[in-house]
């Protein structure tokens, strides 16, 4: 009888714990830059998950990959997380969107933010996305011309501005095209100043010198990205203004940026990740967009370049750093 008992709990022991086995969902998470540098937004995203009822080891496992700033690197990552058979693919931005695109036409693939993803043909519309991908788009053609204002605030004299992008990173030409739209009704003249890799920036700062530019701009662009310490060095040296396109550029020595609440985009993604493993597809969850968007602005690096950010803007400000 206690043999029969002890053969009774051990099947249902197996049972329970198969059972179990069979709830742990598999994520896959790809980003260009690297982890430290996603921090905030790697947190949000699993906060959010948290927030969904969801543990990492018990119910759900995440596997990372990162480029580490090297996008010709995201093809290869991006079929490594295929093999691995991950439920969803989450992607950290447009770069990483576009090989994980092309390394699968089945597995759900989650846009935690994109420049433009009708533009780079990633969805048939943001209403009714079509395929396999779907997430949070950050096109906002409002944003440019505030960014505008806001540069034209704490430099009043702007009249040229220096445009730094990388003119194939997905969403670039529509955030030109409206950034222009937007120099043009505050009669400002603005130069592309194309930064294909790193190499390229010191290049870029030489040539926006030259040309007697007021101030820059920074496009949404991973190579950049990677690159943030050095770019804010180069702004210093070269005492010129700079609104980013995300705030992890001020925190580290960039002088401004006004942007969409990144985080709050990643821990939105988890939502998107719930609704696909409980079920829904892709192609009917419709793109969403920011509802949060914040001013960050760095006193030091305004200091060091020798500018006085009026108080009408300070006051605006989502966060200043002194």
């Known amino acids: 009888m206690k043999f029969a008992f002890a053969g009774c709990a051990l099947f249902f022991f197996a049972f329970f714990s198969n059972a179990d086995a069979q709830q742990l969902r598999k994520v896959g998470f790809l980003g260009a830059a690297d982890v430290s540098a996603n921090a905030a937004r790697v947190e949000g995203f699993r906060q959010g998950l948290r927030d969904l009822g969801y543990v990492e080891g018990k119910n759900i496992s995440i596997e990372y990959r990162w480029a580490e700033g090297k996008p010709e690197r995201l093809a290869a990552l991006a079929t490594e997380l295929v093999r691995l058979k991950v439920d969803v693919l989450v992607t950290a931005g447009p770069s990483a969107t576009r090989p994980a695109k092309e390394a699968t036409k089945t597995i759900p693939i989650i846009m935690a933010q994109d420049n433009d993803p009708v533009g780079s043909g990633f969805v048939a519309s943001l209403a009714r996305p079509g395929g396999n991908i779907t997430g949070l788009s950050v096109l906002f053609p409002e944003m440019s011309g505030k960014r505008l204002e806001l540069v034209k605030d704490v430099v009043p004299k702007l009249s040229r501005m220096a445009v730094l992008g990388t003119a194939d990173q997905p969403g670039t030409a529509q955030t030109l095209k409206e950034t222009e739209v937007a120099a043009r009704n505050h009669g400002v003249e603005i130069h592309l100043l194309e930064v294909k890799n790193p190499k390229t920036l010191e290049e870029a700062f030489q040539t926006a010198r030259k040309s007697h530019a007021d101030a820059g701009l920074v496009?949404?662009?991973?190579?950049?990205?990677?690159?943030?310490?050095?770019?804010?060095?180069?702004?210093?040296?070269?005492?010129?203004?700079?609104?980013?396109?995300?705030?992890?550029?001020?925190?580290?020595?960039?002088?401004?940026?006004?942007?969409?609440?990144?985080?709050?985009?990643?821990?939105?993604?988890?939502?998107?990740?719930?609704?696909?493993?409980?079920?829904?597809?892709?192609?009917?969850?419709?793109v969403e967009q920011p509802t949060k968007f914040e001013l960050v602005i760095n006193l030091r690096t305004a200091k060091q370049i020798g500018l006085t950010i009026p108080p009408n803007v300070l006051a605006r400000a989502d966060k200043v750093i002194k």
């Open 219 to 286: 496009l949404s662009s991973a190579v950049i990205f990677s690159q943030r310490p050095q770019i804010a060095s180069l702004a210093a040296h070269n005492r010129l203004p700079i609104m980013f396109p995300q705030s992890e550029y001020v925190e580290d020595g960039g002088l401004m940026s006004y942007a969409p609440n990144y985080p709050d985009l990643f821990r939105r993604a988890a939502v998107y990740v719930d609704k696909i493993l409980k079920g829904a597809k892709p192609a009917d969850l419709p």
